[in-house]
T-cell receptor, first 112, second 115 residues
Framework: GAGVSQSPSNKVTEKGKDVELRCDPI?????LYWYRQRLGQGLEFLIY????????KSGLPSDRFSAERTGESVSTLTIQRTQQEDSAVYLC??????????FGPGTRLTVT | AQSVAQPEDQVNVAEGNPLTVKCTYS??????LFWYVQYPNRGLQFLLK??????LVKGSYGFEAEFNKSQTSFHLKKPSALVSDSALYFC?????????????FGAGTRLFVKA
């Protein structure tokens, strides 16, 4: 079946602009995660959604970052007033309960 | 709060030799442990996991890992390395008792296998 998809694959934006990143999880996966991966570094947890529970937003670095999820479907990560330090690859993953995560290809964000 | 340490930025091994990539963790409750691999220009892929049961878990591509509760370690191993194993490896942990689904990843270890 289809894997996790993310769009756009690349995004170049000017400092101060808002951006929206989209994630389509695997159908039926109840959990959805967002991570940030800066160049040459590990994955930084941002937020996860699980079913109808309140999302765990503990990893969001500032109030410029927010995310929404529609039911158990699409999620969008919004970054307002982008800064150069926001440049990174943003990865989305989905999973069933306590099973392994399936990752999308990521969105490479460049803030100029 | 949970945390993961991968003490080696890079591991070099000759093809055909055994390899070990180290991982230690810290959680308040029971850990769920995972290994993922990131090949160049490809997405992150799941290798194996420990949830409960046997301490030695086997995964994809001939990899295995041993859960050691007393040493809070979950080292990744393979008996005979291949050049194609060269990639970036990430250890990850969930704290089942306190952390919900929040998963913390290590900084990654780059594995180079030389022919």
């Amino acid at each position: 079946g289809a894997g996790v998809s993310q769009s756009p694959s690349n995004k170049v934006t000017e400092k101060g602009k808002d951006v929206e990143l989209r994630c389509d999880p695997i159908s039926g996966h109840t959990a959805l995660y967002w991570y940030r991966q800066r160049l040459g570094q590990g994955l930084e947890f941002l937020i996860y959604f699980q079913g109808n529970s309140a999302p765990d937003k503990s990893g969001l670095p500032s109030d410029r970052f927010s995310a929404e999820r529609t039911g158990e479907s699409v999620s969008t990560l919004t970054i307002q007033r982008t800064q150069q330090e926001d440049s990174a690859v943003y990865l989305c993953a989905s999973s069933l309960e306590n099973y392994e995560q399936y990752f999308g290809p990521g969105t490479r964000l460049t803030v100029t | 709060a949970q945390s993961v340490a991968q003490p080696e930025d890079q591991v070099n091994v000759a093809e055909g030799n055994p390899l070990t990539v180290k991982c230690t963790y810290s959680v308040s409750g029971n850990p769920y442990l995972f290994w993922y691999v990131q090949y160049p220009n490809r997405g992150l892929q799941f290798l194996l996991k420990y949830i409960t049961g046997d301490n030695l878990v086997k995964g994809s591509y001939g990899f295995e890992a041993e859960f050691n509760k007393s040493q809070t370690s979950f080292h990744l191993k393979k008996p005979s390395a291949l050049v194609s194993d060269s990639a970036l490896y990430f250890c990850a942990v969930r704290d089942e008792d306190t952390g919900g689904f929040k998963t913390i990843f290590g900084a990654g270890t780059r594995l180079f296998v030389k022919a």
